[in-house]
Nanobody
Framework: EGQLVESGGGLVQAGGSLRLSCAAS????????IGWFRQAPGQEREGISC????????YSADSVKGRFTVSIDNAKKTVYLQMNSLKSEDTAVYYC?????????????????WGRGTQVTVST
């Protein structure tokens, strides 16, 4: 069936950077839009960034625009989320998902494949 595995989370001070990775095994990203989501305790899951199914365009939510960048390495079957200028409000579990709706927002359409998440904690 294939799976996604996120990595790269951790504890970082406010203003710092992290790079998250989302690696696919058992399938490729060809033809799939890939999204990054996050969920903080007590809050709903938020779609924050995605790369389109042709891997040519990206979307970022206002909450992360200018600070987070999504990219893809098809040869490595890995999608990255570079996170700069981190804030305490970025603290959450971060998930990647394959086969999402990516355009004016990023959403799961019910058939997306999900990773298990990686914790990002930003200290002040």
């Amino acid at each position: 069936e294939g799976q996604l595995v996120e990595s790269g989370g951790g504890l970082v001070q406010a203003g710092g950077s992290l790079r998250l990775s989302c690696a696919a095994s058992g399938f490729t990203f060809d033809g799939y839009a890939i999204g990054w989501f996050r969920q903080a305790p007590g809050q709903e899951r938020e779609g924050i960034s995605c790369i389109s199914s042709d891997h040519r365009s990206t979307y970022s939510a206002d909450s992360v625009k200018g600070r987070f960048t999504v990219s893809i390495d098809n040869a490595k079957k890995t999608v990255y989320l570079q996170m700069n200028s981190l804030k305490s409000e970025d603290t959450a579990v971060y998930y990647c998902a394959a086969d999402v709706l990516c355009g004016f927002g990023v959403r799961d359409h019910g058939l997306s494949r999900w990773g298990r998440g990686t914790q990002v904690t930003v200290s002040t």
